[in-house]
């Protein structure tokens, strides 16, 4: 049984409520003023953390009295960062894994979708740090999963994403069984049979397209995957940096580190090959994105001669097959 949290002493972020500081007036500790009882609805949230941020903290806060059990899986954060993880899964109430090094996001996925599996959970909700539920979301996306299964041979159930800066909705590709034809992995809701039926997720791909491999792989066993009109998720889209000549924003580029550019690049060409066949739409949308994220990058970004030389390295390896952490970020 897990008892009520007194969350008075509780560190959660600037955006839950504030902060505690000395008489300098330096930033200490992150104070959470709220005291809320767990749910019992046998959901098990399963966060991926790296280095997370003070805000990334009042985002635990704010899931942990809307699921049964939190598990977070840290993929090597520093000491400090760690610190404040250990002092918040005591003060929350949740289970923290600490892996030591990046993993990766499959491996890290995995370890927390089977704690909760070995924990008696029926439900597991995924999520990345930066991303913060709204009021009552998770009891929305268990009542709509109730409600697209009786439509539609459903395993997996998505929010709607909003950024938390803009406000704007991110436009959502629909398969033709009116679905969404792939979906990231934060915010999403899957029974935990849905993992013996279609497999854990893609530890070989480290990092990228992770989320698009496992839509893919349970549209490939016979199964769709739902939309939830109701639940939101706030959720950054990112922030992109912009290219401007005589003052006009012509495109924005993601400026990601050459390591990063190799697993775009491998896992994309991975996944063409593997998926191609079946799903050629998706293997078209990868070629396009990879063609102007090499033409953005080699007008725009740093580096760019290094980046350029991991993403023909990234492709060779992901048509030979070359899979798992081969490059250090």
Excluded at 139 to 151: G, K, S, T
Aim: aromatic share 10%; with cysteine.
């Amino acid at each position: 049984m897990m008892a009520s949290i007194d969350y008075q002493s509780c560190i959660c972020c600037k955006a839950a409520m504030g902060y505690a500081g000395n008489r300098m007036g330096q930033v200490v500790e992150p104070i959470f003023h709220t005291r809320r009882r767990m749910s019992r609805n046998q959901v098990c949230a399963v966060i991926v953390s790296f280095q997370p941020r003070p805000e990334d903290l009042g985002n635990l806060a704010k899931i942990r009295p809307q699921v049964e059990k939190l598990v977070v899986v840290d993929n090597g954060s520093s000491v400090e960062k760690l610190r404040l993880l250990r002092r918040a899964s005591q003060e929350l109430d949740f289970e923290l894994i600490e892996n030591g090094e990046n993993l990766g996001i499959g491996a890290a996925l995995n370890i927390g979708v089977r704690w909760a599996e070995a924990n008696g959970s029926q439900w597991v909700a995924l999520f990345d740090q930066d991303s913060t539920v709204t009021e009552d979301f998770i009891a929305q996306m268990l009542a709509d999963f109730e409600h697209c299964a009786r439509r539609r041979n459903i395993l997996l159930l998505v929010p709607r994403y909003r950024d938390p800066v803009t406000g704007v909705e991110r436009v959502c590709g629909l398969h033709e069984d009116g679905g969404p034809f792939v979906t990231i992995t934060s915010g999403s809701l899957l029974p935990m049979d849905a993992f013996k039926k279609c497999g854990y997720f893609k530890e070989e791909l480290f990092i990228y397209t992770v989320d698009d491999e496992f839509s893919l792989r349970v549209r490939s066993r016979g199964y769709s995957i739902g939309l939830s009109p109701r639940a939101i998720l706030l959720h950054a889209s990112g922030t992109p940096s912009y290219y401007s000549i005589f003052g006009r924003q012509w495109f924005g580029t993601t400026n990601y580190r050459p390591g990063v550019r190799y697993y775009v690049s491998r896992n994309r060409a991975w996944m063409s090959l593997k998926y191609g066949t079946r799903y050629p739409r998706w293997a078209r949308g990868a070629l396009r994105a990879s063609f102007l994220d090499l033409c953005k990058l080699t007008i725009a970004e740093d580096y760019r001669w290094a980046k350029i030389k991991m993403v023909f390295r990234g492709f060779c390896d992901g048509v030979l097959g070359r899979m798992g952490k081969t490059v250090t970020l």
